[in-house]
Nanobody, 121 residues
Framework: QVQLVESGGGLVQAGGSLRLSCAAS?????????MAWFRQAPGKEREFVAA??????MSAYTDFVKGRFSMSREKNTLYLQMNSLKPEDTAVYYC???????????????WGQGTLVTVSL
């Protein structure tokens, strides 16, 4: 497995921005897997947010974050730039490697601690 550590969450007012990071270690460069961000809001099931291929040539975003969030990878660090944040974006955000492209619910590694994003009214 690849070890994943999320960071960058915090408290922000509606309309503000945050940049999340996901540091990967292990055999990341050998596996060359696509990576994705997920989130779990209070009282709700974990859901897919966005994904990027290893090369960065392909990306995918759910409708509720398109135009507001952007994803990128630099070496072994994954980023999620979040702009125009809304209260409904409040959740614990997780990263993980995708088992295959297009199958957003299947991941390769154990879930980490995640990073909490709280957007105030």
């Amino acid at each position: 497995q690849v070890q994943l550590v999320e960071s960058g969450g915090g408290l922000v007012q509606a309309g503000g921005s945050l940049r999340l990071s996901c540091a990967a270690s292990g055999r990341t460069f050998s596996s060359s897997s696509a990576m994705a961000w997920f989130r779990q809001a209070p009282g709700k099931e974990r859901e897919f947010v966005a994904a990027i291929s290893w090369s960065g040539g392909m990306s995918a975003y759910t409708d509720f974050v398109k135009g507001r969030f952007s994803m990128s990878r630099e070496k072994n660090t994954l980023y999620l730039q979040m702009n125009s944040l809304k209260p409904e974006d409040t959740a614990v955000y997780y990263c993980n490697r995708l088992r295959s492209w297009g199958i957003w619910g299947s991941v390769l590694d154990a879930w980490g601690q995640g990073t909490l994003v709280t957007v105030s009214l």
